[in-house]
């Protein structure tokens, strides 16, 4: 993972979310807009006095859509309920429109283009 990777952007733009300690999460590169969005409006609706504790403790794909955990509250939930809700809908190769494929045992949210690559 090299310096101008996305993931390590997006952990040190809201490093705030991750404890100060952003950690590298295992999803495909088609999904980075979306853990964007996820971010700013977690930021948006966290609360001064939950600010400090929250911190996402994992975020990863399994089963081709998007798991997301943390240590926050319910609205934290059902923005990653929105989110995880979404993946399935995002190719996770190329972010264009897609949706939940199983090929070769594995699920992945992929659009035709990018299906079995
Ligand atoms: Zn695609």
Redesign the pocket.
């Known amino acids: 993972m090299d310096e101008s990777d996305w993931r390590r952007h997006l952990g040190r733009r809201w490093a705030e979310q991750f404890g100060g300690r952003p950690f590298g999460f295992a999803v495909g590169d088609?999904w980075d807009h979306l853990l964007a969005e996820v971010f700013r409006r977690v930021d948006a609706v966290l609360e001064d006095d939950e600010r400090d504790a929250f911190a996402w403790s994992d975020i990863k794909e399994k089963w081709g859509v998007l798991r997301m955990t943390h240590n926050g509250s319910d609205r934290i939930d059902d923005l990653v309920d929105w989110a995880e809700a979404a993946s399935k809908r995002i190719?996770d190769?190329?972010g264009?429109s897609?949706r939940l494929r199983s090929g070769g045992g594995h699920w992945r949210a992929?659009?035709d283009?990018?299906d079995g690559l």
């Open positions: 088609g190719c190769r190329c264009w897609g992929r659009c283009a990018c």
